[in-house]
């Protein structure tokens, strides 16, 4: 987590999906939160402030013979407090989480 030259809070993850992925899994949360989409991420008015989402360029992580997606996704967080930040990612994650042992 580090500050931009704006001021905003700025967390960066590198997940593992594309790009079409990382929209299909925005749709739950659009019906919660007022999202303004963009090709390359997403504004999303949470709270009485802002997340900028942007997303990298697509990739691949190669995993010995198995090749799967990852984008870099980067979180700029503008008015929110820590505690409003971790609310922000407990429900995105549940949205964006994958099956799995």
């Given at each position: 987590?580090?500050?931009d030259e704006a001021g905003r809070i700025v967390v960066v993850r590198d997940m593992g999906l594309s790009h079409?992925?990382?929209f299909r899994s925005l749709?739950?949360?659009e019906r919660e939160w007022q999202c303004q989409i963009r090709d390359?991420?997403?504004l999303i008015h949470y709270d009485e402030g802002?997340?900028?989402i942007v997303l990298g360029k697509e990739?691949?992580?190669k995993i010995a013979a198995i090749s799967l997606p990852r984008t870099e996704v980067r979180f700029g967080f503008s008015r929110l407090s820590?505690?409003?930040r971790e609310r922000f990612f407990y429900r995105f994650d549940l949205a964006y989480?994958?099956?799995g042992g």
């Amino acid at each position: 987590m580090s500050d931009d030259e704006a001021g905003r809070i700025v967390v960066v993850r590198d997940m593992g999906l594309s790009h079409r992925e990382f929209f299909r899994s925005l749709q739950p949360l659009e019906r919660e939160w007022q999202c303004q989409i963009r090709d390359d991420g997403v504004l999303i008015h949470y709270d009485e402030g802002e997340i900028d989402i942007v997303l990298g360029k697509e990739g691949r992580r190669k995993i010995a013979a198995i090749s799967l997606p990852r984008t870099e996704v980067r979180f700029g967080f503008s008015r929110l407090s820590a505690l409003q930040r971790e609310r922000f990612f407990y429900r995105f994650d549940l949205a964006y989480r994958r099956g799995g042992g």
